[in-house]
C-alpha cells in the first residue's frame, strides 16, 4: 500500500532516519490517507527522545514534553512529534500518571484507542498494522484496541470519540466496545466539560449526526451529558402537528438540516421547552404554548453549562426564540419582517429560515407554512438587498441633528425621539428623509411634554 507523504511530514522523517531513529505518520492521518479522505493534521511518532527532537530540527515547542511530545514548525506549518511510549495508570480515566519511553513501535500503538488510529506508515516500512485495522477499516468498524473497558476506564473521553467516529465515517461500533461503552457509561462524568462539548461538535456537523445521537441515547451517556434532550425520548403527547415523540422529530429536524454548527445546535434544542410547557386541549390533543420562548431559555443555560462562547450562544436562542411558523394564512408585513430581522440579527436570519424549513418538513402537512417561510425570505432578501433602514444608524437624522434643530440637550429624549422615529420608518420607508422626520420628531416631542415631565 502506498500512501503520499506530504513534503514536511516527509522531511522530518527523513530527519530522524538520517540521525539513526525511526519515524512514521501515525494514527488518524493514516486511516484518512486510506479512506481517501485529506488528514487535517499530521502527527508523527518516533523512537527519539524529545530532547533530540528538539536537537534535530532549528524551530520547536514543547507543548507537551512530560508525555514526549514536541511540535516542530516547518514553514508555518505545525506537527506533533511524540516519542513511543507506553503509559501508566489512569487515575482519573482521563490523564496516565506517567509515561515511558519505549524503542518498540508496537508498544506504542498498543496504548491507542481503537484499531483505524493504530495504524503506522513510512515509505520504508509501509503500513505497519499489528491489530488488524485495515480489516476493521474495509468493514466500517471501529473496534478497541484489546480489552474495550481497559481501554475506557483508561480514557473516558474514547467513549465520545467512538460514537463521534461513527457519526463521521458511518462505520459500526463492533458488539464488544458498545457493550464496554454502556458499562462504563457513567465514567464521562469525569471528563472535562470543554471535550465533551468539543466531540459532541464534531458529532453535530458530522454526515450522520442522528446516529451519533441514536448511539448517544442507547449508551446512556445522553442522560450524563444531556439530560434535557434524554428526557425528550419517548415523550408523545398527542398534538396536531406531527405523530412521532419529540426525541424523534428532534433527529428529522436534524436529518433536514446542512453541516452547520449553529443551524444543527438550533435543530438539537428548538423544542426542549416543550417538557415544560405542555397544555392539554379538550379534544385530549395536546399543543405547546410559548415552547419557542421556553426553548432558548433553556438552551442558554444548556449551552452555558456546557461552556459554549457567548457568540453562539445568543446566535442559537435568537434563532430558536423565532423559530415558530404560524398562521400560514397570514403574509407579515414588511415591518414585521424588518423587526424580525433585527431580533434575530442579519448573520443568523437566513439559518433561521432554514431551521424553520426542517422543522416544517416534518409536520402533517408542510406546504402553506413552506409557502409562508418562502415568503418571507423572499421578502427579507428584497429589504436587505434595497439597504432599506433597519437600525438608528441608518436614520436620515441623528442625535447631533435633533439638538440643533430640535434646540435639545443631550439626554434620554434623544433616544426616545430615535426610536419613535426608527419605528415608523421600519414601517414606512418613505418616511426616511430629514424633513419628514424633523417633522415627526417635534409632534412626537410635543406629544411627550403635554404627558411627561422631561425635566
Not at 511540535?71 to 505545525?78: D, G, R
Not at 407579515?332 to 419582517?337: L, Q, S
Given at each position: 500500500m502506498n500512501i503520499n507523504i506530504p513534503k514536511n511530514v516527509q522531511y522530518i522523517i527523513d530527519k530522524f532516519y538520517k540521525n539513526n531513529y525511526e519515524a512514521y505518520m501515525v494514527g488518524g492521518c493514516v486511516r484518512d490517507c486510506i479512506l481517501g479522505l485529506s488528514p487535517k493534521d499530521y502527527d508523527i511518532t518516533t523512537s527519539a527522545k524529545p530532547n533530540i527532537t528538539q536537537s534535530l530540527f532549528t524551530k520547536t515547542v514543547?507543548?507537551?514534553?512530560?508525555?514526549?511530545?514536541?511540535?516542530?514548525?516547518?514553514?508555518?506549518?505545525?506537527?506533533?512529534?511524540?516519542?513511543?511510549?507506553?503509559?501508566?495508570?489512569y487515575l482519573d480515566n482521563r490523564r496516565p500518571e506517567s509515561v515511558l519511553f519505549v524503542s518498540n513501535i508496537k508498544e506504542d500503538l498498543s496504548r491507542r484507542d481503537f484499531t483505524i488510529n493504530a495504524f503506522a506508515y513510512n515509505d520504508r516500512d509501509g503500513l505497519v498494522d499489528y491489530f488488524d485495522g485495515l480489516t476493521d477499516l474495509n468493514n466500517k468498524i471501529i473496534k478497541a484496541v484489546g480489552d474495550p473497558n481497559k481501554r475506557f476506564q483508561e480514557d473516558a473521553l474514547r467513549m465520545l470519540r467512538a460514537i463521534r467516529f461513527s457519526a463521521q465515517l458511518d462505520f459500526t461500533i463492533e458488539e464488544n466496545t458498545l457493550n464496554a461503552i454502556k458499562t462504563n457509561c457513567v465514567l464521562i462524568k469525569n471528563i472535562s466539560i470543554e471535550r465533551i462539548r468539543d466531540e459532541l461538535c464534531k458529532m453535530l456537523i458530522s454526515n450522520n449526526p442522528t446516529k451519533g445521537l441514536i448511539l448517544l441515547r442507547d449508551t446512556g451517556i445522553l442522560e450524563i451529558i444531556l439530560p434535557e434532550i434524554n428526557s425528550l425520548v419517548e415523550y408523545t403527547p398527542l398534538c396536531n402537528n406531527h405523530n412521532r415523540d419529540v426525541f424523534e422529530h428532534t433527529l428529522k429536524v436534524i436529518d433536514n438540516t446542512e453541516s452547520d454548527l449553529k443551524l444543527r445546535l438550533s435543530a438539537l434544542f428548538h423544542d426542549v421547552g416543550k417538557l415544560n410547557t405542555l397544555t392539554s386541549l379538550p379534544n385530549g390533543h395536546h399543543y405547546f404554548p410559548g415552547h419557542n420562548i421556553e426553548s432558548a431559555i433553556m438552551t442558554k443555560e444548556i449551552l452555558r453549562r456546557l461552556k459554549f462562547d457567548n457568540g453562539t450562544i445568543d446566535n442559537v436562542c435568537a434563532i430558536i426564540y423565532d423559530h415558530l411558523v404560524l398562521?400560514?394564512?397570514?403574509?407579515?408585513?414588511?415591518?414585521?419582517?424588518?423587526?424580525?430581522?433585527?431580533?434575530?440579527?442579519?448573520?443568523?436570519?437566513y439559518t433561521l429560515y432554514n431551521l424553520q424549513r426542517a422543522d416544517i418538513n416534518s409536520l402533517w402537512d408542510p406546504i402553506p407554512f413552506l409557502n409562508k417561510v418562502d415568503y418571507i425570505e423572499n421578502k427579507t432578501r428584497e429589504i436587505l438587498e434595497n439597504?432599506?433602514?433597519?437600525?438608528?444608524?441608518?436614520?436620515?437624522?441623528?442625535?447631533?441633528i435633533l439638538i440643533k434643530d430640535l434646540g435639545l440637550k443631550p439626554g434620554k429624549i434623544l433616544g426616545y425621539i430615535l426610536n419613535y422615529l426608527l419605528e415608523k420608518v421600519l414601517d414606512d420607508k418613505t418616511l426616511n428623509s430629514k424633513d419628514i422626520l424633523i417633522t415627526l420628531s417635534k409632534a412626537y416631542l410635543n406629544d411627550l411634554q403635554n404627558n411627561v415631565d422631561l425635566h
Open positions: 514543547p507543548t507537551g514534553i512530560e508525555h514526549g511530545t514536541i511540535t516542530v514548525l516547518i514553514e508555518n506549518e505545525n506537527f506533533e512529534v511524540t516519542t513511543y511510549r507506553t503509559e501508566g495508570n398562521r400560514p394564512d397570514y403574509m407579515p408585513t414588511d415591518g414585521e419582517i424588518k423587526r424580525l430581522i433585527n431580533r434575530v440579527g442579519i448573520n443568523n436570519i439597504k432599506e433602514p433597519l437600525t438608528i444608524k441608518a436614520l436620515a437624522i441623528n442625535g447631533s
